[in-house]
């Protein structure tokens, strides 16, 4: 399974933003897609995921009214809408994917064995 992750630049706060996640095919079913994000000295974070099959997405704490995480499969992207940006939401951010995808644990980044390169988002104020 290979992900590239795009999208990222430079915005100011409350600009909106998308990222889109390329992957290589997802036939199994059981895949989940997630996006974290690492910003500088900090760790690494869970900001959404989503159920390959169903769609069913998950959102962190800090993503949820401002974020939507979709995917499309006929193009095998899955994407990360951003949008009222914060200063805050400044940080590298990874397209992550899951081949035993369980809603309960979609943060729990040791389950995602397929990584994506990082795309870096940057916020100014």
């Known amino acids: 399974v290979q992900l590239q992750a795009s999208g990222g630049g430079l915005v100011q706060a409350g600009a909106s933003l998308r990222l889109s996640c390329a992957t290589s095919r997802l036939t199994y079913s059981g895949f989940g897609v997630g996006w974290f994000r690492q910003a500088p000295g900090k760790q690494r974070e869970i900001v959404a995921a989503?159920?390959?099959?169903?769609?069913?997405?998950y959102y962190a704490e800090s993503a949820k009214g401002r974020f939507t995480i979709l995917r499309d499969t006929a193009k095998n992207t899955v994407y990360l809408q951003m949008n009222s940006l914060k200063p805050d939401d400044s940080a590298v951010y990874y397209c992550?994917?899951?081949?035993?995808?369980?809603?309960?644990?979609?943060?729990?980044?040791?389950?995602?064995?397929?990584w994506g390169q990082g795309t870096l988002v940057t916020v100014s104020s």
């Open positions: 992550a994917a899951d081949p035993l995808f369980d809603g309960h644990s979609y943060y729990l980044q040791s389950r995602y064995l397929y």
């Open positions: 989503i159920t390959w099959t169903t769609g069913i997405a």
